[in-house]
């Protein structure tokens, strides 16, 4: 695996899903002039912008100088379990959107447990900075399921009953 390479598509990618998210947004005024949405709305941001600078961390650190990228995504992590758990907290009523920030708040712990203690990877024959990339991914996919279904209206609160 080709880290460098790996974490700079990474990065790239999650940056334009990030942008990508805020040409959706400015088109659905109403989202941001409804406090419960506009919570969901950065919740989506932050699925998106957190993973986006974990990537770019892994890359300022690569496998030379591990305690780079490891703080990084320490501190993030944290910072996303504590958004993802707050916005968990004010989900009910919605079993997809609940089910979605559950998983993510997960994977945001077990990130921040790998960056922690990168011994961890190896019980499952990985580098840390392998397993971290596949716990980013599975971010990202559920970003982008909690994107389909809030469009689709899913995730929305006038839609949830």
Known sequence: MDVSAFYALFSATCFTLV?????????HAAWMSDPSLRRVVGGI??????????????QIGGTEQP???????????????????RLLARARGNRFVTRQQAGAALL????????????????????????????L???IVLGHA?????MAGE???????
């Open 19 to 27: 942008g990508l998210w805020w040409n959706v947004v400015q088109s």
């Open 45 to 58: 941001y932050l699925s998106f912008l957190l993973p986006a600078l974990m990537g770019l961390f892994a």
């Open 67 to 85: 305690q780079i990228w490891r703080a990084a995504f320490v501190a993030l992590s944290l910072v996303g379990c504590a958004c993802t758990l």
């Open 108 to 135: 945001y712990a077990l990130i921040a447990v790998v960056g922690a203690r990168p011994e961890l990877a190896g019980h499952i024959g990985l580098r840390p900075i392998q397993a971290e990339a596949l716990l």
């Open 137 to 139: 991914i599975g971010l």
């Open 146 to 150: 909690l994107v389909w279904r809030f």
């Open 155 to 161: 995730g929305r609160a006038e839609n949830t009953a």
